[in-house]
DNA sequence: TATCCACAGGAAATCAGGGTGT
DNA sequence: ACACCCTGATTTCCTGTGGATA
């Protein structure tokens, strides 16, 4: 694909052709997602069996209590949740209940989770994505309720419920739909939190607590071994018999052990791994494809979370890069990716002055997200900033900037803000503070 | 030891954009 | 048209602060 100059031009049916004459090596990929529901969850049997006994009162028409589920990302706890929920709705019993799955980082405003619910629901009159008064939408919710689920149980499933509570209406909104059986006639409602930090209940709302915190179901981190099982049972249906080396797996389950235990990860891995060699065409997969498969994995997170955030904050990135990039020695604080920052939007039509407030906040997200490290340090009368760095590789931010039409024009101007010779001998000061 | 820099970062206000029903 | 709704991005206003310097 990337040989615009020779004249060898990537023959598509050929390789299609070749394709599918070579080796097999999945039969089921889908097995490897971790949307996939398997038909045995390995090691989380205490929590489906308390799952289980909180929700089967539902059969009977009863109203089950509120919980919060609580683990690290990639520990089973929206599989293990939708696995009950499939169970339950296996059963022979009169009473149907519904299970609505709200992401709240993706469904992430008051408005839109009602919205969301009642959408799900009706299939018909759908509510508009935005327009119309909250209460409005709360009253057209509890008479939908009523007449669609009739005397059934509404699960509310809110996975990331921890997101939603930082938000400003976040807690209004839980707390009404806590409330929202108080309200109803017939039908009734279940919540269940989904939450990976156990300290977000500081910020949610006591009379929350109450109705939903009360009882919660603990998710551990999986160990090597337990990983290893899982990855045993998907492969068996992902692969085909004897792609997969004896190492493989094990090697699978010990990255992902080292990342706190993350199944999704694991899974990930061991898919990537396959999709390597299926690439080249080999037969076999191999720990040399694991390790390559995670290298290549890392920077796949890291190239598509760059593509994914907003252009100023892409600006941002650019501007550290930039300074990096033309004075490697320069020691880089935030006022200077403000000043570069304001020197390349300029370049740029149509992007807007920022505040140093907001900048601030773009450095922030950043780091979090991994790219950086920006660590507040004080320099006495050169006063309080913050220290950012690079935690990943120049190339790749080059890359990943270079893919966007925007921000490639500006990726070789050299920051006319570096040359001033009060910033040089100001940044040779910060150098020995450092 | 008091001073004072250059920000950090919280809270609230504002703006613009995509909507609604009447 | 008009009055009003919800949201996300950003600005405005603000108080706080670690430690080199005088």
């Known amino acids: 694909m990337k040989n615009h100059n020779n004249n ?38 205490s929590q489906i069996k308390n799952i289980a006994e909180k929700t089967a009162c539902a059969l009977l028409g009863d109203t089950p209590p509120s919980f919060l589920c609580y683990g690290m990302t990639g520990t089973g706890k929206t599989a293990t949740i939708r696995y009950v929920s499939q169970k339950l709705a ?20 008051p408005y839109r989770i009602l919205a969301h619910i009642y959408n799900t629901i009706s299939r018909q009159e759908k509510i508009p994505p935005t327009g119309l008064p909250k209460d409005i939408i709360f009253k057209n919710l509890l008479g939908l309720l009523d007449s669609k689920i009739g005397n059934s149980i509404c699960f509310l499933v809110l996975d990331e419920i921890d997101i939603l509570v930082n938000k400003k209406g976040g807690n209004e909104i839980l707390y009404d739909l806590t409330r929202l059986n108080e309200n109803l006639d017939k039908c009734k409602t279940c919540l269940i939190g ?44 992902a692969f085909n018999e004897g792609v997969l080396k004896e190492e493989v797996i094990p090697l699978c389950a010990a990255f992902a052990a080292k990342e706190n235990g993350d199944a999704r990860k694991a899974l990930q891995l061991l898919r990537k791994a396959g999709e390597l060699v299926e690439r080249v065409q080999n037969k076999i997969v191999t720990s040399k494809h694991v390790e390559k498969a995670q290298e290549e994995l890392e920077n796949d997170h890291i190239m598509e979370y760059i593509k994914g955030i907003p252009l100023q904050s892409k600006l941002v990135l650019a501007s550290i890069y930039l300074i990096s990039k033309f004075s490697p020695e320069h020691v880089i604080i935030s006022g200077d990716i403000y000043d570069v920052h304001s020197e390349i939007r300029g370049l740029i039509p149509g992007i807007r002055q920022l505040t140093k407030r907001r900048i601030s906040d773009y450095i922030n997200e950043l780091a979090l997200a991994g790219i950086i490290s920006a660590d507040v340090k004080s320099m006495g009368h050169y006063g309080r900033t913050k220290i950012i760095k690079f935690d990943i590789s120049m190339e790749l931010i080059e890359k990943a900037l270079l893919d966007s039409d925007k921000t490639k024009g500006i990726m070789n101007h050299k920051p006319v803000f570096l040359q001033a010779n009060k910033v040089k001998l100001k940044n040779n000061i910060f150098k020995k503070l450092i």
């Open 8 to 45: 060898h031009q990537f023959n598509i049916d050929k390789f299609y052709k070749s394709y599918l004459n070579g080796p097999r090596i999945f039969k089921n990929r889908d097995a490897l997602d971790s949307w996939y529901i398997p038909k045995e969850l390995p090691h989380r049997d």
């Open 90 to 109: 296996q059963q022979t019993s009169e009473i149907k209940p519904w299970w609505i799955y709200i992401n709240c980082n993706v469904v992430s405003t």
């Open 194 to 237: 989904i939450s990976n930090k156990l300290k977000f209940r500081e910020n949610l709302d006591p009379r929350i607590i109450s109705s939903l915190g009360e009882e919660h179901i603990v998710f551990p981190s999986y160990d090597a071994s337990e990983l290893r099982d899982i990855l045993n049972d998907r492969a068996k249906i």
